[in-house]
């Protein structure tokens, strides 16, 4: 079992910038693909980025977020630049465990966290 915590979300201005953090716990994280979603109001999750040893980025952020991980912290960040309100959301940092694949897709990972607030104002 996997738990996840979400970090880092909060209120910001167009055009700033944010980080969130993630910790998982788990002896064998190095090894975990880690992903990161969010979910607006009456909208579907939707993929943001993931990072095994490489690092992969949906469209829509590439350029403006960065993926990392500290494996010896058992943490995943999130650093978002040049925040559009489009990007208010609810972030959801997901675990796969036993990854085969990297997946963009929610069911490609096994583990949520409870997700944390970004609002980005105009």
């Known amino acids: 079992q996997v738990q996840l915590v979400e970090s880092g979300g909060g209120l910001v201005q167009a055009g700033g910038s944010l980080r969130l953090s993630c910790a998982a716990s788990?002896?064998?994280?190095?090894?975990?693909?880690m992903g990161w979603f969010r979910q607006a109001p009456g909208k579907e999750r939707e993929f943001v980025a993931a990072?095994?040893?490489?690092?992969y980025y949906a469209d829509s952020v590439k350029g403006r977020f960065t993926i990392s991980r500290d494996n010896a912290k058992n943490t995943v960040y999130l650093q978002m630049t040049n925040l559009r309100p489009e990007d208010t959301a609810v972030y959801y940092c997901?675990?796969?465990?036993?990854?085969?694949?990297?997946?963009?897709?929610?069911?490609?990972?096994?583990?949520w966290g409870q997700g944390t607030q970004v609002t980005v104002s105009s």
């Open positions: 788990g002896r064998t994280f190095s090894s975990y693909t």
């Open positions: 997901a675990a796969d465990r036993n990854p085969l694949v990297v997946s963009n897709t929610i069911k490609g990972y096994d583990y």
């Open positions: 990072i095994s040893r490489s690092t």
